[in-house]
C-alpha cells in the first residue's frame, strides 16, 4: 500500500540530472584514486586532464540542476517516513549539494591558483582570473581531498538510505528516481 501512495516519480529533467551527477562524481573520484593510488609506471597522470574537464561538466550539470529544481523540476510535499526521517533526508540533500558546490569552487581554484587555465577536453579552455600561488592551490587540493572522502561517504549514506526505502520500506521513494519506470510488483 505504501508502495501505491508514493509511486509518483519525478520527471524525466530530474532524474536525467540526478544520475549524470552521479555518473560524474563517481568518474571524478574513481580517476583521481586511480593517478593517485596507481604506480606511476603505468602512465595514468593523463587522468588528471579528464578529471579537470569531468569537473568542468559537473559544474555545468549542476548548475543546471539547481536551476531546474528552484523553477520547474517536480517536488514531492510530503516524503514518507517520520519527521526525524524527513529533516534528515533533507540535510542529506543540502549537505550534497553544498559539498559538490564546495568541491567544484575548489577544483577550479586548485587550477587556477595554480597557475593553469581550465580546459574542457581540449576544445574549451577558461583562463585563471587569479594570480598564482602554489601554496594556496596546495592548501585548496588538500581540502578538495577531505571533501571527497566526505562526500563519497555521504553517497554511500544516500545510496543505503534508498535502497532499505525499496527492500525495507517498500515505499517507492527510490523508484521517484529511477531512470525507468518500475515494472509490476512481484512478491
Given at each position: 500500500m505504501a508502495e501505491a501512495e508514493n509511486?509518483?516519480?519525478?520527471?524525466?529533467?530530474?532524474?536525467?540530472?540526478?544520475?549524470?551527477?552521479?555518473?560524474?562524481?563517481?568518474?571524478?573520484?574513481?580517476?583521481?584514486?586511480?593517478?593517485?593510488?596507481?604506480?606511476?609506471?603505468?602512465?595514468?597522470?593523463?587522468?588528471?586532464g579528464v578529471h579537470v574537464s569531468f569537473g568542468v561538466a559537473l559544474a555545468a550539470?549542476?548548475?543546471?540542476?539547481?536551476?531546474?529544481?528552484?523553477?520547474?523540476?517536480?517536488?514531492?510535499?510530503d516524503s514518507p517516513g517520520?519527521?526525524?526521517a524527513r529533516t534528515a533526508a533533507r540535510l542529506m540533500h543540502l549537505a550534497l549539494y553544498g559539498l559538490l558546490l564546495a568541491q567544484i569552487a575548489l577544483g577550479f581554484g586548485i587550477e587556477w591558483f595554480g597557475g593553469s587555465s581550465i580546459s574542457f577536453f581540449g576544445f574549451l579552455d577558461i583562463p585563471s582570473p587569479f594570480t598564482a600561488s602554489r601554496e594556496?592551490?596546495?592548501?585548496?587540493e588538500n581540502a578538495h581531498g577531505v571533501i571527497a572522502w566526505t562526500m563519497m561517504t555521504l553517497v554511500g549514506?544516500?545510496?543505503?538510505?534508498?535502497?532499505?526505502?525499496h527492500y525495507a520500506a517498500r515505499d517507492g521513494v527510490l523508484t521517484r528516481m529511477l531512470p525507468l519506470p518500475a515494472g509490476p510488483a512481484t512478491d
Open positions: 509511486s509518483a516519480r519525478y520527471d524525466a529533467i530530474t532524474v536525467t540530472l540526478h544520475w549524470l551527477t552521479a555518473l560524474l562524481v563517481l568518474a571524478l573520484f574513481g580517476s583521481a584514486m586511480a593517478w593517485t593510488y596507481l604506480p606511476r609506471e603505468m602512465g595514468l597522470r593523463w587522468l588528471s550539470v549542476v548548475g543546471v540542476r539547481l536551476i531546474w529544481r528552484l523553477t520547474l523540476g517536480r517536488r514531492f510535499q517520520k519527521p526525524v594556496l592551490s596546495g592548501r585548496l549514506g544516500h545510496a543505503i538510505a534508498a535502497l532499505w526505502h
